[in-house]
């Protein structure tokens, strides 16, 4: 019996229709990580609807 990976799926905020991340400090890597992929500023912000967080462009 082979351990088989699971598919790894993105949590979706219905309300932003982004990524929802859990908790600040995940989102603030991976902020760091999407401004150097995009040459862009990213940072992360707390959702009010999905009690997530989310990324956006500053």
């Known amino acids: 019996m082979g351990s088989e990976a ?3 799926t993105l949590n979706i ?6 990524q929802r991340y859990r ?3 995940i989102a603030d890597k991976a902020a760091v990580r999407r401004s150097k992929q995009l040459k862009r500023e ?3 912000y ?3 609807s999905c009690g997530g967080w989310h990324l ?3």
Do not use: Q
């Open 23 to 25: 908790s600040k400090a």
């Open 56 to 58: 956006k462009e500053i």
């Open 13 to 18: 905020c219905e309300a932003a229709g982004t």
């Open 6 to 8: 699971k598919p790894r």
């Open 42 to 44: 990213m940072a992360a």
């Open 46 to 48: 707390s959702c009010a």
